[in-house]
């Protein structure tokens, strides 16, 4: 019976043993699954946060071509105004100028026709007929555009006036 006993003892021994190593095993087990499910639970987030990072950043850029092609618009537009600006007053001050030059010369004439028609050429012809002044004039126009822009994107700037070469009385007619 002695044997019986201590095999019974051995026996119940090693399944206490056993029941011990597969409780350890299962609770390592679960901790190893919940260590895993955090980490991918972990790496989901990430993922997200950078998958809403890159629509943002997209989203961003969208927005910035947008404002720029609106300021590229506005600055193209603001560039025809200022031109349509600087061609009447060329024009107007072509007249001015061919009024004068025909009060000097003597071709005050009283006819009405003959003013209307230099005053319609004028307007539909400035380019076609360009006085010596007149390129002086397109430069300068330019240059004043130029420099207006220039104190747009920067007030500190300075400016230097170099007046333009004076035109002998001969060359202007």
């Given at each position: 019976m002695e044997v019986i006993i201590t095999i019974t003892g051995l026996c119940s021994d090693g399944i206490s043993e056993l029941e011990a190593g597969l409780t350890s095993q299962m609770l390592s087990d679960i901790a190893a699954h919940e260590e895993e499910e955090?980490?991918?639970?972990e790496a989901v987030r990430m993922a997200e946060e950078a998958a809403r990072a890159a629509q943002?950043?997209?989203?961003l850029a969208v927005e910035q071509a947008?404002?720029?092609r609106m300021e590229k618009r506005r600055r193209m537009e603001q560039d025809r105004l200022d031109i349509e600006a600087a061609e009447r007053e060329i024009a107007a001050k072509k007249r001015t100028w061919m009024e004068a030059n025909n009060l000097s010369n003597?071709?005050?004439?009283?006819?009405?026709s003959v003013e209307e028609e230099d005053a319609e050429e004028v307007n539909d012809s400035a380019a076609d007929e360009v006085s010596p002044l007149c390129p002086c004039i397109v430069y300068n126009t330019h240059n004043f555009i130029q420099c207006?822009?220039?104190?747009?994107?920067?007030p500190s700037a300075?400016?230097?006036w170099t007046p333009a070469t004076k035109l002998r009385r001969?060359?202007?007619m």
């Open positions: 955090r980490a991918k639970a943002e950043a997209a989203k947008e404002k720029d003597g071709n005050n004439a009283n006819d009405d207006l822009r220039g104190l747009e994107r920067s300075t400016w230097n001969s060359n202007m």
